[in-house]
């Protein structure tokens, strides 16, 4: 196990920001809420960005392949993991998503090698 | 100019990209994605994504098929590819806004990660400057930008996402770049990629398969069956095989049901070219693309003849000529409906070729070193045209799909009445129906009273109607199928290939009543408990008039309506109630 150092944490801040901007932008530009807006980009931020980008540290990519690659792979794993929990019997609630997401996350840290 | 402002630049342009989206006219929630009313109305796979991504997002559960798309049958098992679906529902599942905007969000998030995802590969195999090009003509096509928007199709998209990506995993490993425990963790990844595609539309990995086999095979014996060709195999099967067992039983009653050997067989009809179907865009590039392209097939003969690729890059370039002969291999008779789409799937590997001509003029102008210091200025005046020549187009184009909308405010108004106020197992019976089936928004069983392009059941009721002639029953057609084999769905699973399975229908009101019929069916207007009509801007209006006030006389009831719809009511105390309905 190795925990992501500040370096490796930076991409995922700016991206944050980034992604915070944009929902700031898309609230002046359209009728949409901010709490709409915002939702939507802490999703993409949670669902999309952050499963991938942990399991890509355990990759000598740079960070915009982290966050490229990643999110493409997080857009993969996590639906295959939820329909797999889904055949067993358990119901895709939020609470079971935001699960494996971190439950995900927490894997790819546990695996990284030191 | 440094390669981070570069990076910038691209960044900004990534930026009109997705913005540009945000701010079109949609014509239905008018940009404001808060709305519970789908933003674009255009194609029918886009209608069967969302209803599928509801129903998953409402039940919280993917298994199933929602009943309104099965004529009523209650947890009938699903064998639609749903992966799709469930990463609509679940990423929605975070957020405050409903299932209706966000399929069309991930669509266009898919697109452009498509894009990305060939970037970042083409700036690692290649360099900045062809990845910035080739990714800037990618994301701005004169036309036609988001096919899968226009025409469905979306399943595709995300299906080919995971081509780069095994693409680059695979190199990556057999080119020994990773590490035992790396090349561990993406084979694993891989089977998850080939899974997802498997789940989602898997026409593409079919297509693929034999690309990759042959990387496999190729590298298997250049490092003589080193330990990551098994790595690779093992564990990549190991996470792909327990999903296609599961999913491939189930497809075979439906998708599949022919086999594999004759549904690849559908595929080839060798002797004369395949035809585009008609409502397609022509997927090619414009004549300006084709010059440069042109030129990049010189720049690539170039290289070639100077034995300037690496090994990784001659397997990129074989990836980019493996799509384009897919693409263009309906001229040898393969079915143009599954491989042309390649070519809109794949243009962020096909931009490469005009972005190597304009690398090829790039490197022509630059050989002076001179002038070398402006080379960055160059490629930034390159990506400003690109944009500038490109996106006005592109919008404008989207802006035609968005006004190109089949329904209106009013005609959704009455769909999400019968959503918001009518008992879950009701049925209703939409007489002038909606094209390309917009009623499964209202989440009800339903029959359509005019499904194009068969115009049987239009012209038995029309002309009854027209002619004041009110028959105790309609002719329609049932909404959506879904079948797993003739006219039944899977209801149990008691083996791997062994289920259980429901009919349509199969309740003694209901056979009382009508023979159901695939193609058309005459049904009492009594067993319906809902029937809806457009009453004001159909070539039909004296018609539909005729109809509500025969129903009112006749003791139905009318329950909603607004300046174009109606919605009446059936009164079932007269006729006998519904008991025995599944």
């Not at chain 2, 700036?123 to 990618?138: C, D, E, H, P, Q």
Request: proline content about 4%; glycine content about 4%.
């Amino acid at each position: 196990m190795k925990l992501p150092d500040k370096r490796e944490m930076k991409p995922l801040g700016i991206s944050f920001l980034v992604l915070f901007l944009l929902a700031v932008i898309g609230t002046i530009f359209t009728s949409t809420s901010f709490i709409g807006m915002l939702s939507l980009s802490f999703a993409v931020f949670f669902y999309f960005l952050m499963p991938g980008y942990f399991a890509m540290l355990n990759f000598d990519f740079d960070a915009l392949e982290r966050i490229i690659l990643g999110m493409a792979a997080s857009s993969a794993i996590i639906p295959v993991f939820l329909y797999a929990i889904n055949i067993i019997g358990f119901k895709i609630t939020t609470t079971m998503i935001i699960s494996s997401i971190l439950l995900f996350i927490s894997l790819s840290v546990l695996i990284r090698e030191k | 100019m440094s390669i981070s402002k570069e990076s910038f630049f691209i960044a900004i342009v990534i930026f009109f990209a997705v913005s540009g989206l945000v701010v079109r006219n949609f014509p239905f929630n008018q940009g404001n994605i808060d709305k519970d009313m789908p933003p674009i109305i255009t194609s029918f796979d886009l209608f069967a994504g969302t209803s599928y991504a509801k129903y998953i997002y409402d039940s919280e559960d993917a298994r199933y098929n929602p009943p309104y798309r099965v004529m009523g049958v209650e947890k009938s098992l699903t064998i639609q590819p749903v992966f799709y679906f469930l990463l609509i529902a679940s990423f929605t599942k975070l957020t405050s806004i409903p299932v209706y905007q966000t399929t069309p969000f991930i669509t266009h998030f898919i697109s452009v990660l498509l894009v990305m995802s060939v970037f970042v590969i083409v700036r690692r195999l290649f360099n900045l400057k062809l990845a910035l090009v080739s990714s800037a003509i990618a994301l701005f096509p004169e036309s036609k930008w988001l096919f899968q928007l226009f025409i469905g199709f979306q399943y595709d998209q995300y299906s080919f996402l995971f081509v780069p990506l095994i693409f680059f995993l695979l190199i990556n490993i057999f080119c020994k770049e990773f590490t035992t425990r790396q090349v561990i963790i993406s084979s694993v990844m891989i089977g998850f990629f080939g899974i997802s595609q498997w789940l989602s539309h898997f026409v593409e990995l079919f297509l693929y398969l034999p690309f990759f086999a042959l990387i496999i095979i190729y590298f298997a014996f250049r490092n003589k069956f080193s330990k990551e060709y098994f790595i690779v195999c093992f564990f990549a099967l190991l996470v792909f095989l327990p999903f296609f067992l599961y999913f491939y039983p189930m497809t075979k009653e439906g998708h599949l049901s022919a086999g594999f050997s004759e549904n690849i067989k559908e595929l080839f009809h060798f002797g004369k070219p395949s035809p585009y179907p008609s409502y397609w865009p022509e997927p090619r590039f414009n004549s300006i693309l084709n010059i440069l392209s042109v030129l990049g097939i010189v720049y690539l003969a170039f290289k070639t003849a100077k034995s300037e690729w690496s090994i990784k890059q001659k397997l990129f370039l074989l990836l980019m000529i493996y799509i384009m002969m897919i693409g263009f291999s309906n001229y040898i008779g393969v079915d143009a409906n599954r491989v042309s789409r390649q070519l809109f799937n794949g243009l962020s590997f096909l931009a490469l070729l005009p972005a190597m001509g304009i690398l090829l003029v790039y490197s022509v102008i630059f050989s002076n070193q001179k002038i070398k210091k402006f080379s960055s200025i160059f490629i930034i005046l390159v990506l400003t045209v690109i944009f500038f020549y490109s996106a006005p187009k592109t919008y404008a184009s989207l802006a035609n799909i968005d006004i190109n909308s089949f329904v209106d405010d009013a005609k959704w108004e009455s769909i999400k009445w019968i959503r918001d106020n009518t008992a879950q197992n009701s049925t209703v019976f939409y007489l002038n129906g909606f094209f390309h089936e917009f009623s499964m928004f209202g989440e009800r069983p339903f029959m359509e009273g005019i499904v194009l392009p068969t115009p049987e059941s239009a012209q038995y009721n029309f002309q009854n109607l027209c002619s004041k002639k009110f028959s105790e029953k309609f002719a329609g057609h049932w909404g959506n199928g879904e079948f797993a084999g003739k006219r039944r769905y899977l209801k149990n699973r008691n083996g791997i290939f062994n289920f259980s399975y429901i009919y349509p229908f199969d309740y003694a009101e209901a056979k009382k009543s009508f023979d159901y019929n695939e193609t058309m069916s005459l049904v009492p207007l009594r067993f319906f408990d809902y029937a809806v009509v457009q009453y004001k801007g159909s070539q039909f209006d004296n018609c539909i008039a005729f109809f509500l006030n025969e129903s009112l006389n006749l003791g139905h009831v009318l329950v909603w309506n607004n300046q174009e719809m109606a919605i009446i009511k059936i009164n079932k105390s007269s006729t006998g109630s519904k008991e025995g309905k599944q």
